[in-house]
């Protein structure tokens, strides 16, 4: 009699049970992901499944704050890599039951709105300075509240389950009050000053720069000497420097106090060509006798180490260059010319003096704005900055002492590096969008104060034009978020948050002034373990960005792929640590895991009704005879999934502990992986066990016993099966959440949605050596025969004979036990087993494992002639590639210029096919 076989689901939104037959729900043929996600996402969102749930043991929070990305952005493939790490972290401790919390939000990321805002207001005809302050604010808070919800709406599509209902914004209403108090005390405490200094100013976005904002790239230029006549006629110096135009600004020429070479030019001054200005010769002990002529040209307003030289020395400062990147009125006869045009004209009015000595070719660091592009000017400008220094001492001890982890260990010298040589901190930009500096000055006295509104109502107080820079808000992000400075439950509950991840590029921009904020303003650190990804780089190693035209669109890729199968491709993709070559290609692999799992799933949810079974409370079978409920399988069953009648299972066959043991060491392997950061070896161990052992083998090996005559041995089976699919799917949720929540709904027995249920615990007991070792070998047996027959070209379902050659006893007991899976699974139909001969029977194929030979007879099997041609067709085309891959490995121009990613890429695939062609070599030689 057939059953209907009843599953339990959910409604989208509901957290209630629903019951209904199998026949409406079949699942389709292959998965479809444009079918579930929006629909699974809103069910998950609307069910509340995303907030902090209280932990039954009572166990501290796991607490996450993501990095902000910008609220004019979209999302990039560091985003997806980024946030799906982040997600499996969260879903996975969601799933042990710990109450977790993954805060969301957004940055207002100063310079980047600033710019669009102005480039949008320039294509409505409207002048974005000409407009005003708030005009030019009320539209660049249009422009957020239009592009907000792409970034996260962006991020549900992606899965992550953050809590949105605790959305946070850097300009948001808290966190201003969080900037402006620490900007006051901060002030107070003498740490935040006003001065005139060499900061990295931006030409194009006409703002001033933190050091970490500077991007160098190298750059192929020209090295000038330069003469400079002697005042009082008796000779000339020279100069070597890059940028000819600043020397309009030269105020000294310096020499090392220690070169006794130019004892002779101690206390006498030069003349600075074009300007007819008088130097004075100075000794100072930055100078590099060797660099150069040993001479330097001093350029306060120019250059930071000569600014700090000039102080010394107490040299004038004389601006050139404006804050346009045009040359000012004290250029003379260069005013208004663009920085570069000036270089060639100050070069060429040289050149006609005969003041050029010889020009070489140098390549140097040139710094570039992050954002712009441009090369950055080292600017003489009054600036806001804050003391770094006092604040570091307690991050550094955080690190020291292992309060703050860095993952990989590695970058804890670089840590260390760059705040054991901390500089002052440039927090103020000249725009208009972001927090403005809370400093009024009165316009009468000139008193200074630090103030969230004016200090007086009459009229004479004016804040400051200024705002702050962007990170000033985001290194307050850990706790500003929870309501700090209110004490508010939140932040008792939540804060210090657990984990940060992150890359290694804002390590100093973001990650160590959380450190220093978190210690100094919230009284404990932000965090206790940092995970510092790899970036994601083209094939060829290279940044990925939209100049270079190389940075794919993720929401295509989630089109065409799903987006599990990116998120999957991506985390086991990405080395630890390390930077991933992404190639679109890989998707495949991700897409094709997914499916993997969808029809195994639909394979054993299909048998199960077939089988007799039916669930409620429990799984019952009709007319279910002798067999037993008892054991390690069913009290598992009973803990995890649901109870079994008596009578339904018989014995677990040889596979069945062995998938069981299996499973148990998968998900300690995942548990141990996650817990260290590993998510790609843990995504591997995850990949290995469904599509390796899970379905080509333990799935393989059952079916004979499923279609078999002994219900109870064929119950037995697909409960197993399905038992493992219902922990494995569980293993699986934070890696592939879609997937894995579409077949949970399909799936008999399965109460509330995955997202919700319990992280798999099988028992230890499931641990079974001594199988795992015999089914080791059996799977290992089979590979070899198929990879034979692969070999010589045999039809899947040609039968074949094999003879086996052993001497130890325990080999050949095995291959008995083994002789019904060799029968279904590699279509071995006669089975010999000798003891070893020195005569290899032939011509035959051969595989050789431990202390074992395979041969497959192929007389009858294979035209002879035929398969020797093939295999020398096919071993010289390998062979040709081999020396093509050697060449280029030789090549001391490869190696040295090529990404190390790219060079490790192509020695692995030298090592692949130096393989492929021993094995091709070697078939030739059984011929």
């Given at each position: ?281 100075i000794e100072d002990d930055f100078v590099d006798p060797a660099f150069g002529t040993g001479f330097v040209k001093v350029t306060p307003a120019h250059d930071p180490n000569d600014f700090e030289m000039g102080r010394r ?342 596979e069945d502990r062995w998938i069981l043991s299996r499973l148990t060491s998968t998900a300690a392997a995942v548990d141990a992986n996650l817990e260290a950061f590993r998510f790609n070896d843990a995504a591997r161990a ?242």
């Amino acid at each position: 009699m057939a059953l209907s076989t009843q599953f339990r689901t959910l409604r989208p939104g509901s957290q209630e049970g629903a019951t209904r037959s199998m026949n409406e729900t079949d699942m389709e043929k292959a998965y479809n992901p444009a079918a579930v996600e929006e629909r699974l996402y809103s069910a998950w969102e609307e069910g509340g499944y995303f907030r902090p749930r209280p932990d039954a043991e009572g166990r501290a929070p796991y607490v996450i704050a993501i990095p902000p990305p910008n609220v004019t952005g979209s999302l990039t493939m560091g985003h997806v890599l980024n946030n799906t790490l982040q997600d499996i972290l969260i879903r996975w401790r969601r799933l042990q039951g710990v109450e977790t919390l993954w805060v969301p939000g957004c940055d207002h990321a100063g310079i980047a709105t600033q710019n669009v805002v102005a480039k949008k207001l320039r294509e409505e005809g409207r002048d974005p300075h000409a407009v005003g302050r708030e005009a030019f604010l009320a539209a660049a808070w249009g422009w957020k509240d239009e592009y907000h919800e792409r970034i996260t709406g962006q991020l549900k599509r992606l899965g992550c389950s953050c809590d949105w209902e605790r959305e946070r914004f850097t300009l948001d209403e808290g966190l201003t009050r969080a900037v402006q108090k620490v900007f006051i005390e901060l002030y107070e405490a003498g740490l935040i000053y006003k001065g005139k200094y060499i900061v990295n100013w931006d030409p194009l976005y006409q703002t001033a720069l933190s050091d970490e904002e500077v991007e160098f790239r190298e750059v192929a230029g020209k090295l000038w000497h330069v003469r400079y006549p002697m005042a009082d006629g008796n000779g000339h110096l020279v100069v070597a420097t890059t940028r000819p135009e600043t020397m309009l600004g030269d105020t000294a020429v310096a020499i090392s106090p220690g070169d006794l070479s130019k004892a002779a030019y101690r206390g006498r001054r030069c003349v600075l060509p074009l300007v007819d200005r008088e130097l004075p010769i100075i000794e100072d002990d930055f100078v590099d006798p060797a660099f150069g002529t040993g001479f330097v040209k001093v350029t306060p307003a120019h250059d930071p180490n000569d600014f700090e030289m000039g102080r010394r020395h107490g040299l004038e400062e004389v601006v050139v260059i404006g804050p346009d990147g045009r040359m000012s009125e004290r250029a003379g006869e260069f005013a208004g010319m663009d920085r570069d045009a000036a270089r060639a004209a100050v070069v060429a009015r040289l050149a006609a003096l005969g003041l050029i000595e010889k020009i070489e070719d140098y390549t140097h660091s040139v710094g570039h704005g992050d954002r712009s592009g441009v090369p950055i000017e080292p600017y003489l400008s009054e600036q806001w900055f804050v003391r770094m220094a006092p604040l570091a001492g307690a991050a550094i001890a955080a690190v020291r002492d292992a309060n703050v982890v860095l993952t990989p260990p590695r970058w804890e010298k670089t840590y260390m590096h760059w705040m054991r040589n901390i500089r002052d901190w440039c927090i103020s930009r000249q725009l208009w969008w972001g927090h403005r500096i809370p400093v009024w000055t009165h316009v009468e006295t000139g008193e200074v104060r630090a103030a969230i509104e004016a200090p007086g109502d009459d009229g004479a107080w004016r804040q400051e034009e200024d705002v702050l820079d962007t990170w000033f808000s985001s290194w307050l992000w850990p706790f500003s978020i929870l309501g700090w400075p209110d004490k508010t439950d939140d932040l008792a509950r939540y804060y210090p948050g657990t984990d940060l991840v992150t890359g290694p590029d804002i390590l100093f921009f973001w990650v160590a002034r959380m450190i220093m904020a978190g210690l100094r303003f919230a009284g404990d650190k932000p965090f206790s373990r940092v995970f510092l990804h790899g970036m994601i780089r083209d094939s060829q190693g290279r940044k990925m960005s939209k100049s270079l035209g190389n940075s794919p669109d993720p929401i295509a890729l989630f089109d065409r792929y799903g987006v599990d199968a990116v998120r999957f491709s991506m985390t086991m993709l990405t080395p630890w640590g390390g930077d991933y070559l992404f190639e679109e290609s890989h998707m495949e692999m991700g897409r094709n895991f997914a499916n993997k799992l969808w029809n195994a799933s639909r394979y054993v949810i299909g048998r199960l009704e077939a089988a007799g079974l039916r669930y409620g409370d429990r799984i019952e079978a009709a007319g279910a005879g002798a067999g037993t409920a008892a054991g390690p399988l069913a009290d598992w069953l009973a803990a995890e999934w649901l109870p079994v009648a008596e009578g339904v299972l018989g014995a677990p066959a040889e596979e069945d502990r062995w998938i069981l043991s299996r499973l148990t060491s998968t998900a300690a392997a995942v548990d141990a992986n996650l817990e260290a950061f590993r998510f790609n070896d843990a995504a591997r161990a995850l990949y290995d066990f469904l599509w390796k052992e899970y379905c080509d083998w333990y799935l393989e090996m059952t079916k004979p016993r499923v279609h078999g005559a002994d219900p109870a041995d064929a119950r037995t089976a697909l409960v197993t099966a399905a038992a493992v699919l219902h922990a494995t799917l569980r293993l699986l949720h934070p890696f592939v959440p879609y997937v894995t929540e579409a077949v949970w709904e399909r799936l008999p027995g399965t109460a509330d949605r995955v997202i919700a249920a319990s992280w798999p615990a099988p028992p230890a007991s499931f641990r079974d050596e001594t199988v795992e070792a015999e089914l080791a070998f059996r799977t290992e047996v089979i590979s070899a025969i198929r990879g034979l027959r692969k070999d010589v070209g045999l039809a899947p379902a040609r039968e074949v004979a094999v003879i086996f050659r052993t001497a130890v006893a325990a080999r050949r007991a095995a291959l008995e036990r083994s002789r019904p899976f060799l029968a279904s699974l590699a279509r071995v139909t006669d089975v010999r087993i000798e003891a070893p001969a020195a005569e290899r029977p032939k011509p035959a194929a051969g595989a050789f494992l431990e202390e074992l030979e395979i041969w497959l007879p192929l007389v009858g099997l294979v035209d002879l002639d035929e398969e020797r041609a093939r295999l020398e067709r096919e071993l010289a085309k390998v062979e040709k590639e081999l020396a093509g891959l050697a060449a280029k490995l030789a090549s001391k121009g490869f190696a040295a210029k090529a990404p190390e990613a790219v060079v490790a890429t192509a020695r692995e695939r030298h090592v692949q096919t130096a393989d492929k062609a021993a094995k091709l070599r070697e078939s030739l030689a059984n011929l």
